[in-house]
Nanobody, 123 residues
Framework: QPRLVESGGGLVQAGDSLTLSCKVS????????MAWFRQAPGKEREFLSR???????KYADSVKGRFTISRDNAENTAWLQMNSLGPADTAIYYC?????????????????WGPGTQVTVSS
């Protein structure tokens, strides 16, 4: 079972940028679809972005143009670069992964999760 650990969260001001990292251990991420989700208090877990084994990317409309997902199989790591952050981006950010085939965007379609990292954006 792969182990995922996020890092890079913190407190920033509106308009700032932040880059989150997701380090995977336990097995290679070659062939592994990786994604980022977030969950704000009282809200459901929200899909943000996915990067497939072949580097195809998908973004939610809410972050398209502001967030960029990337991965490096040699480093067993994925990143989420976030620009133009606003208070509405405040949430716990989770990294997820799966070896299942398909184009998953629902949380239930991912098998492995990190513990999350808090991102707080002040106005």
């Amino acid at each position: 079972q792969p182990r995922l650990v996020e890092s890079g969260g913190g407190l920033v001001q509106a308009g700032d940028s932040l880059t989150l990292s997701c380090k995977v251990s336990g097995r290679t991420i070659i062939g592994y679809t990786m994604a980022w989700f977030r969950q704000a208090p009282g809200k459901e877990r929200e899909f943000l972005s996915r990067i497939d084994w072949n580097y195809d990317r998908k973004y939610a409309d809410s972050v398209k143009g502001r967030f960029t997902i990337s991965r490096d199989n040699a480093e067993n790591t994925a990143w989420l670069q976030m620009n133009s952050l606003g208070p509405a981006d405040t949430a716990i950010y989770y990294c997820a992964g799966t070896f299942r085939w398909g184009l998953p965007i629902a949380p239930a379609e991912y098998d492995d999760w990190g513990p999350g990292t808090q991102v707080t954006v002040s106005s």
